[in-house]
């Protein structure tokens, strides 16, 4: 496999706040630009932090008082899945297509098999490329 390099893959269109930025209105930036980061920056452009989906999750988890609002509230209910036997490249390009990092695994009798993401892809992309150095 030949060496590909960040830059290569790498997005220059960044979404960015400031330190000062409310929680809400970061939120709101990623839900507007169907993004799951952003990128914190001073007044020069200079990296001060970065601000991710798994950080509201801990922000939701521990807010006080409680909203004590249901999960069907938010949750997708059009899911694309997979099913266990669909070639990862179609996976990778479905997840592409829709910008999604996790696809639930079906099995018509079973139900929920599993799930498969896009860190899943990435840690079997370089273990196959460590295969192909060795």
Do not use: C, W
């Not at 069907?72 to 179609?90: E, K, L, P």
């Amino acid at each position: 496999m030949e060496d590909v390099f960040v830059a290569r893959l790498m997005s220059t269109t960044l979404h960015t706040v400031s330190p000062d930025t409310l929680v809400e209105d970061a939120a709101q930036l990623m839900l507007d630009n169907n993004i799951s980061s952003v990128i914190v920056v001073d007044g020069e452009n200079h990296l001060e932090g970065i601000l991710t989906t798994t950080d509201f999750v801990h922000i939701v988890a521990k807010s006080q008082p409680k909203a004590e609002t249901t999960v069907s509230r938010y949750m997708t209910t059009d899911v694309v899945t997979a099913d266990a036997q669909d070639s990862i490249v179609a996976v990778a390009e479905s997840l592409t297509e829709h910008g999604f990092h996790h696809m639930p695994v079906v099995d018509e009798a079973e139900g929920v098999i599993g799930i498969i993401t896009t860190s899943d892809l990435a840690a079997y992309l370089s273990q196959s490329e460590q295969l192909v150095s060795s």
